[in-house]
């Protein structure tokens, strides 16, 4: 399985751009690049995937590098809701979502 | 509307007592998944089912196990309780191991 490094916190202002990036650099070549985040008292929320070209969604964006050793996710404005711990996970073709420490996001009004 | 419905939010049993944790969906997903979440950490898988195949992961203690009835339902069952089993237990589903996976919000259980 592949080893995740992401930062422990980071801060944004409200309606900044924000960049979370993970270190993924055991990655195989077969892994998928999945992002969840998990608010205070909820359940972790599926954010966006990849596996080699950049991708959007309404929620985000993600950019992978060339070499796949690392990601960033991608948060265009952010706001108070996004406030959050965003997990970075690898994934093979297997069920299993493995979480590392992630990043928890604070967001300034 | 919540997709993946976990009852009830907050659960209290005494040490030792059995219990039982239950998880519904309304996606018809094949995979249901069980994560043990302990305070300040991440979740971790305790096991997951494929339609009825029931996947354990090497390190689930004994204590815990699932069932299956049906495609929507699933329950987490815990033997006897010990206070370092204080966690918040978390049903996801997805519709293929490798597709995103939907989280319930979880049931908390607290061990007296």
Redesign the interface.
Known sequence: DAKTTQPNSMESNEEEPVHLPCNHSTISGTD?I?W?RQLP??????VI?GLTSNVNNRMASLAIAEDRKSSTLILHRATLRDAAVY?CIP????????????TRLLVRP | DAMVIQNPRYQVTQFGKPVTLSCSQTLNHNVMYWYQQKSSQAPKLLFHYYDKDFNNEADTPDNFQSRRPNTSFCFLDIRSPGLGDAAMYLCAVSSEGNQPQHFGDGTRLSIL
């Not at chain 1, 008292?41 to 599926?46: D, I, L, N, R, V």
């Not at chain 1, 994934?91 to 992630?102: E, H, N, V």
Request: neutral net charge; charged residues 10%.
């Open positions: 998928y999945h969840y008292s909820q359940g972790p929320e599926y995937h997990y994934q093979a073709s297997s069920y299993k979502l493995i979480f590392g420490s992630g």
